[in-house]
């Protein structure tokens, strides 16, 4: 390499702050998930609610989920929310709101398809074995619905993942943030920052590369 | 209206009075009684839209009946008599409780992707009925042998011809030992080389002593494999008696009009002879 002394003796130091760093990472991945795939699961049903006032409501807020930049929306909801409902939050728990909320709406999305995607005749033929409303929700919609939505699901996990580095603006010790500090520290942006996104690509390679097996695997079985 | 069925010293299996059903403006079914005998096999003919589907699907509750009354074996379906003489409908949970007594067959088989053959035959045995898992195989393996496709029974629905996969839709049906089998139209989704092999199967359970109605535009197999024909016009019952009379000469001009127009129409179709029948 010419013209730039790569030095990553200096990262491997810090290797212990990188790895707490890494772990509140882990952490925010793993809390934003739960809330986006929860709530978006709760929204994609209030969505498809018979009663237009409930999907008319989670669409506008679908919309306006959708619309709002995440970093613009993790910030407001930094300030506001304290002002508005007198709490007070951590920037962990606001990270892990703001960015759970935010995911959810594209979550409920893409559980909508889903959902939508089952042919009625397979509700009615677990109607006709006499199967309650639950079961087939769990057994035959559920399911069904997943092997379809499988590859825009995993691309979603995706963009959460990578969307935890914005709780950097509010001081959240992730990987982004530990590494910035470590970069005016050690004068070595260039090389933490290539750790970092060599750590990003470590977590989420895998998890689509065994997404894209899995895939060909429904495909060949199921349909 | 004639009476049908041989064994009327027994009470019926079903019993349908005034039955009805309109969606929004439209009445699809006006006013249908019947009663439906133990080991009858009954088959239910007319044009598109002359509300036949609609009746067998109101016969399990797939549609909501707009008046009327069904009674499955003594048991009022859907329904509760208020004090008042009011009706009024069950909970979800005691309809489906009734649904599993009635088994369906479904015009599109309606098979589930993601379960095997096998599984898709155990399902309602397992989640509805609570049946060890081994104990609904054995009941499942047995049914595939019946409609011929032990071999299957590993293989998903996609792997499956149509005939086939309307062959594992009747084990399905047939898992959850139902007090009558509907079949909606079992064979019109089948290319004609695949119809024969599931009105084979559906004649050897009328062998057997299944009670089963079948929509159905076979005029061949109403003819053969039915005991009784009901014919629907319009929402109305128009007539009902056995094939002989159905497709005889004694039959109203209306009914006889239909089955000329349907038997000339369709003439060139595939369908088996009365010795691949039975």
Redesign the interface.
């Known amino acids: 390499m010419t013209g730039y002394d790569w030095d990553f003796a200096t990262v491997w130091q810090y290797r212990a702050l990188l790895a707490t760093a890494g772990l509140v990472t882990l952490q925010l991945i793993v809390l934003t998930m739960l809330v986006g795939i929860s709530v978006g699961f709760l929204l994609a049903l209030v969505r498809l609610a018979k009663r237009r006032i409930f999907s008319i409501s989670a669409m506008w807020l679908v919309e306006f989920l959708r619309a709002v930049p995440p970093l613009v929306l993790l910030i407001w909801v930094y300030y506001c929310i304290p002002i508005l409902l007198d709490v007070r939050l951590s920037g962990f728990q606001t990270g892990v709101l703001a960015l759970g909320i935010y995911s959810a709406a594209f979550y409920a999305e893409i559980f909508r398809a889903g959902i939508q995607s089952i042919?009625k005749?397979?509700i009615?033929?677990?109607?006709?074995?006499?199967?309650?409303?639950g079961?087939i929700m769990r057994?035959?919609v559920v399911?069904?619905a997943f092997?379809r939505i499988f590859p825009p699901f995993i691309s979603q996990g995706a963009l959460v993942i990578k969307n935890t580095v914005l709780v950097s603006a509010i001081a959240v010790g992730e990987l982004l943030y530990e590494g910035q500090r470590l970069s005016i520290h050690t004068f070595r942006p260039l090389e933490i920052l290539t750790v970092i996104a060599l750590i990003f690509i470590a977590i989420i390679m895998p998890l689509t590369l065994s997404a894209n097996a899995l895939e060909s695997r429904i495909r060949s079985?199921?349909? | 209206m004639q009476s049908g069925g041989s064994e009327t010293a027994a009470p019926p299996v079903l019993s349908v009075r005034n039955l009805r059903k309109t969606f929004g403006d439209l009445e699809v079914l006006k006013r249908a009684s019947f009663d439906i005998y133990q080991k009858e096999v009954v088959g239910i003919i007319g044009a598109s839209g002359s509300g036949k589907s609609t009746l067998l699907r109101c016969l399990?509750l797939?549609e909501t009946p707009t008046d009327g009354t069904i009674d499955l074996q003594g048991e009022r379906f859907g329904f509760r008599q208020r004090s008042e003489g009011e009706m009024t409908l069950l909970s979800?949970?005691e309809i489906?409780?009734?649904?599993?007594?009635?088994?369906?067959v479904?015009q599109?088989?309606?098979?589930?992707?993601?379960r095997s053959v096998l599984e898709n035959v155990i399902?309602?045995l397992i989640?509805?009925k609570r049946i060890p898992r081994p104990e609904a195989q054995e009941i499942g393996v047995r049914l595939l042998e019946k409609v011929g496709l032990k071999d299957k029974i590993d293989s998903?629905p996609?792997r499956l011809s149509g005939g086939q996969q309307q062959r594992v839709?009747i084990a399905?049906?047939l898992?959850?030992d139902p007090a009558i089998l509907l079949l909606d139209e079992p064979t019109s989704a089948l290319d004609p080389e695949l119809v024969g092999e599931v009105l084979n199967v559906i004649g050897e359970l009328a062998e057997e002593g299944m009670t089963m109605i079948i929509v159905t535009h076979e005029m061949r197999f109403a003819h053969e494999a039915c005991d009784r024909v009901i014919f629907l016009h319009e929402g109305l019952i128009a007539d009902d008696g056995p094939p002989s009379y159905i497709f005889g000469p004694c039959a109203s001009e209306r009914t006889q009009a239909f089955v000329a127009r349907y038997v000339s129409r369709h003439a060139g179709d595939s369908m088996p002879r009365k010795s691949e029948i039975r």
């Open positions: 042919e005749g397979q009615e033929a677990g109607m006709a074995v006499g199967m309650t409303n079961q057994r035959i399911p069904v092997m079985r199921y349909s | 399990n797939l979800a949970s489906a409780r009734q649904r599993a007594k009635t088994g369906m479904f599109s088989f309606n098979l589930w992707p993601h399902e309602g989640i509805v998903y996609a839709g399905r049906a898992a959850m």
